[in-house]
């Protein structure tokens, strides 16, 4: 019930591609999709966020795409950068509640210069 | 940019030793949380703390773990007798509102246990 799945679990794309990585939950009560960037050695860093009344939501090169009858979500990094290069985790939460997001998997993206 | 600082980076401790792990969150945050990651795994929440107790905590936060606030800056969490599979990687978080404004991540502490 509190799953979030994420694929795929590593993902290599040459500069200047699409990466798209894509998650899917099952509470149907999470209200708010946050998706996390996590550099070697660093914590987690938000890096863009979604809440179910919107379909997309696009910040620079990164855009969520949010599904809420599928219950998925995908986080699309368009002209990928070797300095995108970083594991991605998303993430889902109750926004009302004390905000304990509950994370996918993650995936490894190497962008490829 | 304010920061959670998290020390040590790295430490190294024998099966059955106590450790505590330290964190400074950003001052004028309010909730404060632990979280792990074993190598090649996804994040995993351990436990919150507001207002000087524990607000919530994972089935992974058994007896042998322990938070505390000692004073008005460090937040640390206890490990008192460590397993092998205490081997992690500890984030501590903290954030203002308890809610995704502002929540932020330290840079960690790789925690091994031999």
């Known amino acids: 019930q509190q799953q979030v799945k994420q694929s795929p679990q590593s993902l290599i794309v040459q500069k200047g591609g699409i990466s798209i990585i894509n998650c899917a939950y099952e509470?149907?009560?999470?209200?708010?999709f946050p998706w996390y960037q996590q550099f070697p050695g660093k914590g987690p860093a938000l890096l863009i966020a979604?809440?179910?009344?919107?379909s997309e939501k696009k910040e620079g090169r990164f855009t969520i795409s949010f599904n809420k009858s599928a219950k998925q979500f995908s986080l699309h990094i368009m002209d990928s950068q070797p300095g995108d290069s970083a594991t991605y985790f998303c993430?889902?939460?109750?926004?009302?509640?004390?905000?304990?997001?509950?994370f996918g998997r993650g995936t490894s993206l190497i962008v490829h210069p | 940019e304010p920061e959670v600082t998290q020390t040590p980076s790295h430490q190294v401790t024998q099966m059955g030793q106590e450790v505590i792990l330290r964190c400074v969150p950003i001052?004028?945050?309010?909730?404060f949380y632990w979280y792990r990651q074993i190598l090649g795994q996804k994040v995993e929440f351990l436990v919150s703390?507001?207002?000087?107790?524990?607000?919530?905590k994972s089935e992974i936060f058994d007896d042998q773990f322990s938070v505390e606030r000692p004073d008005g800056s460090n937040f640390t969490l206890k490990i008192r007798s460590t397993k092998l599979e205490d081997s992690a990687m500890y984030f501590c978080?903290?954030?203002?509102?308890?809610?995704?404004?502002?929540?932020?991540f330290g840079s960690g502490t790789r925690l091994t246990v031999v």
């Open positions: 978080a903290s954030s203002a509102l308890g809610t995704d404004s502002g929540y932020t």
């Open positions: 509470n149907t009560a999470f209200d708010y």
């Open positions: 979604i809440r179910p009344d919107v």
């Open positions: 993430a889902a939460t109750l926004s009302g509640g004390s905000y304990i997001p509950t």
């Open positions: 001052s004028n945050h309010l909730y």
């Open positions: 703390f507001y207002n000087n107790e524990i607000s919530e």
